[in-house]
């Protein structure tokens, strides 16, 4: 069976079934671990407070932060 006969079969399915096999072939996707996504937060975490410490980034306050995206919308 090819895949495009693979793919018309599943269109064909009824919609619960075509859910269950979506969420089964997403979750065979490689992803990195809960440990390896805690090390890479921790790792960003730590880029973006160098960052900071060096004064290579702006800080802006919440108040402001809040006025910018307010006026996205308008």
């Known amino acids: 069976m090819?895949?495009?006969d693979l793919e018309k079969t599943m269109l064909h399915l009824p919609i619960q079934?075509?859910?269950y096999?979506?969420?089964k072939l997403?979750?065979?996707l490689d992803h990195p671990?809960?440990?390896?996504?805690?090390?890479?937060w921790l790792l960003e975490a730590q880029l973006r407070a160098e960052?900071?410490?060096?004064?290579?980034?702006?800080l802006i306050s919440a108040e402001?932060?809040?006025?910018?995206?307010q006026?996205?919308?308008k």
Do not use: C, H, Y
Not at 33 to 40: G, I, N, R, T, Y
Not at 51 to 58: K, S
Not at 64 to 69: H, N, S, T
């Open 2 to 4: 090819t895949n495009i």
């Open 17 to 19: 079934e075509r859910a």
């Open 21 to 23: 096999l979506a969420q």
């Open 26 to 28: 997403l979750e065979s």
């Open 33 to 40: 671990s809960k440990d390896e996504l805690q090390q890479m």
């Open 51 to 58: 960052e900071i410490d060096l004064g290579v980034v702006d």
């Open 64 to 69: 402001k932060l809040e006025q910018q995206i």
């Open 71 to 73: 006026a996205s919308f």
